[in-house]
């Protein structure tokens, strides 16, 4: 097969970071994209000698053009609860004028397109678990609005590029997914209990730990992302691991993985904090044959290393 021209924009961030070294070992050639408003070049460092590699630090608000490119992932956006809401409105807008600007790229050159949308546009389910044909229940002004209404209108762009112009693409609801370079400070369940643990600090949950999340190991996910980027499917598709966790018994699997005998304590619940979340995966299953292998006490194994490295 001809190496393919990929530009994946959100390139230094988590996942972006781990799709361009799946893109890589594939034999294809990666423009990576940031900003590195969130994202960070050391998640990009191993690729420095990468001659099949460019990085180029660009905003995707503004309109760019990156040269021919065969297929474009866009996964710019802040991403974690306390990211998007420190930086409101640059979530709002790379979730509308950046992803009509890189769904521009696609269109003039006729490239593939998947966006990388999330289980949030469910909001706080009155459906479990989440089928791709439930249309969510979601607050338009609380504070994760910033985050959910601009995937939101970002998965309506992206079907009107498909309908309107012919766009080939692609819209992946990613659950909670978690592995190494998920940022250490940036406030997300795993990433707090990993390093609070490590670092021999009280785990903090938020509320009485009852609520769910369904948690996906980052090499999973990005396999199922590849597959559906090769699939003739519009819809959007969930990717994630359905094995549902509270928040409870998730902070029990941290320290029985880190060994760490520190306590748990309780803090207030965040607004509109959505109070189950869990992939119906079937659609996957059946569309690309793909489901997740990493239980969630193996996938936090596989991620001791890069957090005790990240608690020093
Ligand atoms: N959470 C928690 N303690 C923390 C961080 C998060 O109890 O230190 C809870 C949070 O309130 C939510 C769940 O864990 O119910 C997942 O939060 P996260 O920020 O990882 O992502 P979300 O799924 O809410 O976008």
Not at 104 to 130: I, M, N
Not at 238 to 253: F, K, M, S, V, Y
Request: hydrophobic share 35%; glycine share 8%.
């Amino acid at each position: 097969m001809m190496s393919r021209n990929i530009l994946v924009t959100g390139a230094a961030g988590f996942l972006g970071s781990h799709l361009c070294d799946a893109l890589l070992a594939a034999g294809d050639s990666v423009i990576g994209v940031d900003n590195l408003s969130t994202g960070r070049l050391a998640n990009l460092s191993h690729l420095e000698r990468e001659s099949r590699f460019r990085f180029l630090e660009q905003d995707i608000t503004q309109p760019f053009d990156p040269g021919k490119v065969d297929l474009v992932f866009n996964f710019a956006s802040p991403a974690s609860p306390i990211d998007y809401t420190r930086l409101g409105p640059e979530t709002l807008l790379v979730g509308s004028a950046g992803t009509i600007n890189v769904l521009e790229v696609a269109r003039k050159y006729g490239a593939g397109f998947l966006h990388a949308s999330t289980s949030e546009c469910y909001g706080d389910p009155e459906v479990h678990p989440q089928v791709e044909t439930y249309w969510g229940h979601v607050n338009p002004i609380g504070l994760r609005s910033v985050y959910d209404e601009a995937k939101r209108f970002s998965e309506a762009a992206v079907m009107a590029y498909h309908r309107y112009y012919n766009v080939d693409t692609h819209l992946v609801r990613i659950f909670n997914t978690y592995g190494p370079r998920l940022q250490p400070n940036d406030g997300r369940v795993i990433s707090n209990f990993m390093m609070q643990a490590l670092q021999g600090k009280p785990l903090t949950i938020y509320g009485d730990g009852s609520q769910t999340r369904s948690f996906c190991y980052v090499s999973d996910l990005i396999e199922g992302i590849l597959r559906l980027s090769g699939s003739d499917e519009h819809l959007p598709v969930n990717i994630g691991n359905p094995d549902e966790w509270t928040i409870l018994e998730c902070a029990r699997e941290v320290l029985a993985v880190t060994g760490a005998g520190t306590e748990i304590i309780f803090k207030p619940l965040p607004q509109d904090d959505p109070t189950r979340r869990r992939p119906d995966i079937t659609k996957a299953k059946q569309l690309l044959g793909w489901e997740p292998k990493i239980k969630l006490r193996h996938g936090l194994e596989k991620s001791l290393e890069y957090f005790k490295a990240s608690a020093q």
